[in-house]
């Protein structure tokens, strides 16, 4: 994908990696982003900085609240109005505090399934043209290391499950929309401090704290990855970004894996 006359819609944009990913799409030549955030005072600060750096209305703020669907669709339908319809969307929002588990499932599960479901109705283009979902989770979708926080690892894999699927060729030939995913390490975000309260016991957030603080990486490094993965992800595919490093990774299929162990 060429970025040139593109527009973004980043959810969770207002700080942290949404905002990293909005700096990093803005120089590779990205026309406009649209930031989507809860936090109105920090999107507003992260909007002007981005307009203070790349130029006048390149970035725009809109209010979003991702676990209501009718704010959803609003947003959608506005942007529509306004500069038309977006060519890239990056379900970015989470939400990491195990004790608040129905939490984790609203904003990382269903306001995922959400996005994703409403930008597949609305970047259709005819004749199409090339767009693409981006879905972030973590590396914690991938596996379940540091075992600590349960309950965050399960929407995590649930990210990857729908990106997977719904990025299948088979969707990919219909829609002409590409589905990937990205699956950071570590990162220095709020999101990712383990305070004591955020894991189900004290001493569990201590140990998800010794695992994940030495290998920390900054949100500008994801951003970077992001950048490159809108350009030239294939439909269907995840992504680890860790430090300087971006590869993409597999979740084996079940022909690759299965062994018989007894006959039942």
């Known amino acids: 994908m060429d970025l040139y006359c593109k527009s973004a819609l980043i959810t969770g944009g207002a700080s942290g990696i949404g905002l990293a990913t909005a700096d990093e799409l803005l120089c590779n030549q990205l026309y406009r982003v649209i930031l989507a955030d809860c936090n109105c005072e920090e999107g507003k600060k992260s909007t002007e900085m981005l307009n203070d750096k790349y130029g006048e209305n390149k970035a725009c703020f809109v209010h979003l609240d991702v676990r209501k669907q009718e704010d959803f669709e609003e947003v959608f339908v506005q942007i529509a109005k306004k500069i038309g319809s977006i060519d890239i969307l990056v379900n970015n929002a989470g939400f990491m505090d195990d004790n608040c588990w129905k939490e984790e499932i609203n904003v990382n599960v269903k306001a995922v399934i959400r996005g994703t479901l409403l930008g597949l109705k609305h970047m259709q283009h005819n004749p199409p043209k090339d767009r693409v979902i981006v879905n972030v ?57 383990c305070r004591d309260e955020k894991a189900l016991l004290p001493h569990w957030s201590k140990m998800v704290n010794k695992t994940f603080y030495p290998i920390m990486q900054c949100p500008k490094q994801v951003g970077r990855g992001i950048a490159y993965m809108v350009q030239y992800a294939p439909s269907g595919s995840l992504w ?22 007894i006959y039942v």
């Open 137 to 193: 989770g973590s590396t914690l979708g991938l596996d379940a290391c540091p075992p600590y926080l349960p309950f965050y690892t399960a929407t995590q894999h649930a990210i990857s499950g729908l990106t997977k699927s719904l990025g299948d060729k088979v969707h990919y030939m219909t829609s002409k929309i590409r589905v990937i995913g990205v699956c950071p390490g570590p990162t220095s975000t709020d999101l990712m401090v």
């Open 240 to 261: 680890v970004v860790e430090g300087d490093s971006v590869f993409k990774t597999e979740i084996p299929k079940s022909d690759k894996y299965r062994q018989t162990v």
